[in-house]
């Protein structure tokens, strides 16, 4: 465990990936969010009374450490903010609470965190299942305090706060599920900054869909800054300042011009069609998360959507939505961005994508290779039959795509249609409106799809290529593990020769082929993947026009040259080396 800092009043700077662009300063937001691993021991009768005294000594303990943080908190950002610290006190004076755990030690002779841990859970599990607003808050409270309980009796003195984002902040924690991504408000959020993670992680996905800047991978910034601290976050260069100074904070100002006329040119190019120098036309669409993100999708006037993310509307822990509300929730997306084509894929659950407080949702040892997306929903079929009632139900209000995820069989194709094919049955019989000719799609992101397109392509009218996923599959390198970040290698010659592969038995099996992973937004590789023949890109909003106006700037003949130089290539220094190359010779002074 790293040595915790002391309090660092000057700056210092970190380095870390960028992941979502965009320069932010604002006072910090320590999320600590990890479940604790709290062990399990037996504790013998006669050390009872000890055990119930220890627990008494780290309420006191964690009841001084609220008021501190109570005071502090009033004191820079005044009463009104400080007041959720009461509600805070309030869980530690619970007596029900209290009486559960010593009642629950007496019975079960074990030690007391974890008796705590327990009945703690039991409540949060309990109350998140209610349907009252206030009750809900409460389980915030009673997540954010005994979390701070358990680091107490655990003898962990990491400064835990954890309470609703009251006033714009930066967020910064050692990790970011994208569930916890969800939970926060965002118009609150001014970026984030973890300790894990990488560019493909889903919170950071997610981050950029929010046009949040983000700096991850950081290794251990969180035990380096405290509660009052304020931070300088830079995404483009994936820099972080601690306490920056005026000096750094007028040169940021600069550099936020520079990336102000960017915008404005790259913006101004939306306006052009989405086609190559020599007028070749390519399809740029947009990746969402959800409704919110529709207006992006306008304004940088995207071709329609190749990837709507439906895992968010699982993920805000309100329960599974029912087919009414994710029906409303696609119609109105369908609906707003008609005659433009929605491409929905079905859940992908599982992976960094992971539901709290669900029985039948274990935690994995490597829930990546585990029980993700089409697996789970083949397993659960009547809430993929309710998901895909209420996209089918969408596409009578404009055009709707079905992509599946994580396919690894031409099996699962099968079985994905027949309960597509059920779906489609009862509506037809409900006498219930929809598109009969709905294309489905099949995600390309195992390594093992790859090599069975050709019949994966007899059950999918298109292929999306999820280079995220593929990429970390291919290489056997974890997409959010910061610790192996430099191994992910979209460069790597291995992931080059897939999309070479993809490509051909798409073009054989004539199956129309986008990617939807991030290589498609990264004005690195996005000229690539055109030169190798793909003419559409699924691309986050925020990253849009500048691939938009990186393309244009090439005729195709370059891109072809471009694609083919890099497939003769086997280092990947090199293929990097020849990419960052075409990137500045196009983008001239506007490159990066
Ligand atoms: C991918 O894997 O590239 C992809 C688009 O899916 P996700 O990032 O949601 O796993
Ligand atoms: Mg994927």
Redesign the pocket.
């Known amino acids: 465990m790293p040595v915790r800092f002391h309090r660092q009043k000057k700056e210092a700077c970190f380095r870390g990936i960028a992941a979502s662009p965009g320069v932010s300063f604002g006072p910090v937001f320590i999320f600590l969010q990890k479940e604790l691993e709290v062990p399990i021991y037996q504790i013998d009768k006669t050390r009872h009374d000890e055990e119930i005294q220890r627990f008494q000594s780290a309420l006191i303990k964690t009841r001084e450490q609220i008021a501190q943080v109570r005071a502090k908190v009033a004191n820079k950002l005044g009463e009104n903010e400080a007041k959720i610290f009461d509600s805070h006190l309030l869980v530690l004076e619970d007596q029900a609470l209290i009486q559960e755990t010593i009642d629950y030690h007496n019975e079960h002779s074990c030690n007391i965190d974890y008796c705590f841990h327990i009945v703690a859970k039991r409540y949060i599990s309990e109350f998140s299942h209610i349907n009252d607003e206030y009750i809900r808050e409460r389980v915030t409270d009673i997540r954010d305090v005994s979390r701070r309980l358990l680091h107490n009796l655990l003898g962990q003195d990491k400064i835990a706060i954890g309470y609703r984002l009251t006033t714009p902040s930066i967020i910064l924690s050692e990790d970011l599920t994208p569930s916890d991504a969800a939970s926060f408000s965002k118009d609150r959020v001014l970026g984030i900054v973890t300790d894990s993670g990488s560019r493909t992680s889903h919170s950071v996905i997610m981050a950029r869909s929010l046009r949040v800047p983000a700096v991850v991978g950081l290794h251990d910034i969180s035990w380096k800054v405290e509660d009052g601290d304020q931070l300088l976050i830079d995404g483009y260069e994936g820099l972080v300042f601690l306490n920056p100074s005026q000096k750094t904070l007028q040169q940021y100002g600069k550099l936020e011009d520079k990336h102000e006329h960017r915008k404005k040119v790259f913006l101004k190019a939306c306006d052009v069609p989405t086609q190559t120098k020599d007028k070749k036309p390519i399809r740029l669409l947009a990746n969402i998360e959800g409704l919110d993100d529709v207006d992006n999708v306008l304004e940088c006037q995207a071709g329609g959507v190749g990837l709507l993310r439906t895992e968010s509307l699982y993920l805000r822990g309100e329960g599974f939505p029912s087919e009414e509300q994710q029906f409303e929730i696609y119609r109105t997306i369908v609906s707003k961005l008609t005659p433009r084509p929605v491409t929905i894929r079905t859940l ?1 659950l599982g992976g960094d994508k992971r539901l709290k407080n669900y029985a039948f949702v274990a935690e994995e040892e490597n829930p990546f290779m585990g029980f993700r997306a089409i697996r789970f929903c083949l397993e659960h079929k009547e809430l993929f039959k309710e998901q895909l009632r209420a996209i089918l139900r969408s596409s009578a209000y404009g055009v709707v795509k079905i992509l599946y ?2 396919i690894s069989s031409e099996m699962e194709m099968i079985q994905a249609n027949q309960v597509l094919e059920e779906a489609r049955a009862e509506l037809r019989l409900q006498g219930i409106r929809f598109d009969e000719n709905i294309p489905i799609g099949c ?1 390309i ?1 195992i390594p093992g799809a790859v090599y069975i397109a050709d019949r994966l392509a007899k059950h999918a009218q298109f292929f999306s290529v ?1 280079t ?2 593929l990429i970390q599959y291919l290489l056997a390198v974890d997409r959010i593990n910061d610790r192996i970040a430099h191994l992910y290698q979209p460069n790597h010659p291995a992931v080059l020769r897939a999309l070479v592969q993809i490509v051909e038995s798409a073009k054989k099996s004539k199956t129309p082929v986008s990617v939807c992973g991030e290589m498609a937004g990264d004005p690195l590789y996005a000229p690539f993947l055109v030169g190798l023949g793909i003419q559409e890109l699924s691309i986050n909003p925020v990253l849009l026009p500048e691939i938009k106006y990186l393309l244009a700037s090439a005729d195709l003949a370059q891109l072809k040259k471009l694609a083919k130089q890099a497939n003769k290539m086997v280092d990947p220094n090199e293929i990097l080396q020849l990419f960052r190359k075409f990137y500045a010779d196009h983008m001239g002074t506007l490159s990066l």
């Open positions: 992908d995820p994580m995600m992101e999820g995220n996923d």
